[in-house]
Every structure is written in C-alpha cells, then in structure tokens.
C-alpha cells in the first residue's frame, strides 16, 4: 500500500511540475515565498487553509466550470475562463494531496524503523508540493486581479523646494530613471526639459513604453527628498530638498494631432544672456493653441526653427497630459496623491548622501546604501521597486479576500 502511495506522489508530482512550467508567472521563488507569508489584519498568515481563502476558491472553481458548460460564450467570458483555469487547476490538485495526507494522518505508527522512515519521506513530498501549489495559486489569485496595464505612461520629474539644489537633483532623478528604462530594454521619447546654466533641471516629460513598464514605475510616483551639502555651500550645512515625480498611464491608441490651422505662431528676440545673438535676430517663439488657449515659448536655440520644434514639442506634452486627464477621472487626483505639495514632509524616498543612505518609507526594511550605484538607474532600483511591488500585492491580496467575502 505504502509503495502505491509513493508511486502516486511520483505521478502527481510529475504532473504538477508539467503544469506549473506551463503556467508559471513570472514572479521569482523569493516572491512567491513572501507572498504565501503575505501579513494579515490580525497578525496572522495567510495561507490557502484559511477558510476566507478557500471560499473564494470554491466560489471561483463554481464559475469556471458554469462556464464552461456555457453553450454560447463571449469574448470576455472565453478570457475570464483562461484566467480561471489555471487557479482551479492547480486548487484541485491541491485538494488531492490535502486529502492523501489526511489518509496518511489515519495510518497508526508503526513500529518497523523503515516504515516509519517511508512514511516521514511521503509526508515531506506532499508537503513540498503543497508548499508549491500554495506559492502559484496565491500569485494566480493576485494576476486575476491586477489592475489594467498599459503600454506606455507619462512620467514629469519636477524641482520642488530648494531652489537650484532642487533642481540639479532633478536632473540626477531624471538620469536615473533613464538609466533604469535601458536597464530594463524600454524606450523613451522626450517631450519636453527646462534646463538650468548649471546643469539642473526644473522640469522634464517624457514618455516610457515596454512591457510591464507602468506596473513597475507607477511606485515612483511621489516627492523625492534629498539632504546633502550643496557645492555652493561654504559653511558645510546640510541641505533638504525636494523633487516630485508624477506617472500618468498613456492608452496605447492615445494620440495628439496639432494641426497647423489651430495654431498662431509668433516670433520676437530673445532675451536674457546669450551675447550677439540676444536681441539682434527674431529667434525667441511663442505659439498658442487657439482651440484651448494655450501658450507655449521657446528660446534655447539660435535656430528659430529650432525653437519651434521645441515649442511644439511642449505644446504637445501640455496637450496631452490635459487629454489623458479628461480620459481619466481620476489621474488628477492620482497626480496630486503622488506629488502633494511638494512638502518635505511629504516624502515617499530619502535620499541621504552624507550617509550613503537611501530610504524607502512606505516598506518595511526599505534602506538601502551606495547611493551612487542607486542613481544609476540599474539592479539596485530595480530590487526597490520589486519590494515596493511585493509589498504593493500583499495589501492587494487582503483587499481581495476582504471583498470576496463581504459579499
């Protein structure tokens, strides 16, 4: 009997592993881990045991087999039943090994040493795989439930308090997020960058696409806090400062048309420093959008063609950000929760320099060091943002099983 049941193991196990190199997500051992000991309300774990839990997947695997039983299916029902599939797939095993190791919990003991040693390693095995089992059918339950993603996104760094410190803060925030979209293999298009004499940055737009981009930079969003002593500094005093990041998502058929006839462009010398050129040539360019009134200059360059690609470019940016808005009810309210008023008390990141220190404070052990690895934009970002993301899910997965179960 015992051997049968060794045999069985074999089977289900082989089984199990077919399916879940199948259907494996793309979350790491690590991951999963974390997320089976994802913290509830009360103190306790979660785990597939858990009554709450297992309601809800019974109340799933009712609706996957109700639809497939379905005569006539839509679309939506075809994609909502691949979704399901592979959760109550993988619960109906797990309901397999729990009740071959109740049977094995009804065995006496007994008192042969290699018996008994046989049925320690079957209980180990069904443990093992239960343990895994545990690990997919969690992340399938959060995958169910990710929220929309989109194939590109908005990002808007901006110099907060501080002035020019501020802003050449910016500038090293900005170079980081653009050494992370390489890390990653995404692209970005430049809308628009107000540049400061000394290397800073007031404000920079700019669109990131790839996969998964917006799931990943959406935790940025917010105002980043910096504390060093500025160059310019003489009496060696620590300074705190501010830049703010906003993500808005951008729908991959979003787009801005600026057609000539709703545009008056008007051209005047530039003005400020610049030598000869400043106010001898007609290089300075000003467009409005009649349509909504808006009002965009240019300057930089020498070129008066150069500035109204710039100008254009800005108009564009401005333009879009109040169309995706319009689409989205709540992105003016997303943009404000993440940007505040730009407060140092506002923080969602610290970034000490005279400690090496970067700070987290929306995670549990949220510190990292070698701040000038982490404004490279590479492998120490992205590990912030996996435990930004992690710790993003577990509260996903409460909020999931709280609904379910109030209903």
């Known amino acids: 009997m015992l051997l049968n049941r060794l045999s069985r193991i074999v089977q289900v196990g ?37 009554d709450k839990i297992q309601k809800y997947l019974e109340r799933l695997r009712l609706e996957y087999y109700a639809l497939k039983v379905q005569e006539q299916r839509t679309r939506k029902d075809i994609q909502r039943m691949l979704l399901l ?12 090994i729990v009740d071959n190791l109740s049977s094995l919990k009804e065995l006496k003991d ?15 095995a069904y443990g093992s795989i239960l343990f895994r089992l545990d690990s997919e059918i969690l992340n399938g339950i959060l995958s169910m439930d990710d929220e929309e993603d989109y194939g590109s996104l908005i990002m808007e760094v901006t110099a907060g308090v501080g002035g020019q410190e501020a802003m050449l803060f910016a500038r090293e925030l900005f170079d980081m997020y653009c050494g992370y979209v390489e890390y ?12 400061t004499d000394i290397g800073g940055t007031r404000h920079a737009t700019t669109v990131i696409s790839g996969p998964d981009a917006y799931r990943y930079l959406k935790h940025e969003g917010g105002v980043h806090r910096v504390q060093r002593i500025p160059a310019t500094e003489k009496s060696g005093r620590i300074h705190t400062s501010t830049v703010t990041v906003s993500i808005i998502p951008r729908p991959d058929d979003f787009q801005v048309e600026l057609k000539e006839k709703d545009l008056k462009i008007e051209t005047k010398r530039a003005s400020g420093a610049g030598g000869q050129h400043v106010n001898t040539t007609d290089s300075a360019v000003r467009i409005v959008h009649l349509p909504t009134g808006i009002a965009v200059e240019c300057q ?32 003016q309210a997303l943009k404000k929760s993440q940007v505040g008023q730009s407060l140092r008390n506002e923080k969602i990141r610290t ?40 710790s993003q899910r577990r509260k996903q997965l409460m909020d999931i099983i709280k609904r379910e179960c109030e209903q």
């Open 110 to 124: 007994d008192k042969d040493d290699e018996m008994v040693q046989l049925l320690k390693e079957e209980r180990e």
């Open 184 to 195: 990653k293999g995404w692209e970005v298009e430049m809308l628009q960058t107000e540049d």
């Open 351 to 390: 970034y000490n320099f005279n400690q090496d220190r970067i700070t987290d404070h929306r995670i549990e052990g949220g510190t990292a060091h070698n701040l000038k690895g982490f404004l490279e934009g590479g492998e120490q970002l992205d590990d912030m943002i996996e435990k930004l993301r992690r």
């Open 300 to 331: 930089t360059e020498r070129s008066q063609q150069k500035n109204r690609e710039i100008a254009k470019q800005k108009l564009t940016a401005k333009l879009m950000q109040i169309e995706l808005e319009a689409r989205f009810s709540s992105t």
């Open 85 to 96: 599939s592979n959760v109550v797939e993988m619960y109906e095993q797990r309901k397999i």
């Open 14 to 50: 082989s089984k199990l592993t077919t399916s879940l190199q199948c259907n494996r997500l793309r979350t790491s051992l690590p991951i999963r881990r974390s997320l089976c000991q994802a913290a509830h309300p009360n103190g306790a774990l979660f785990q597939i045991s858990d």
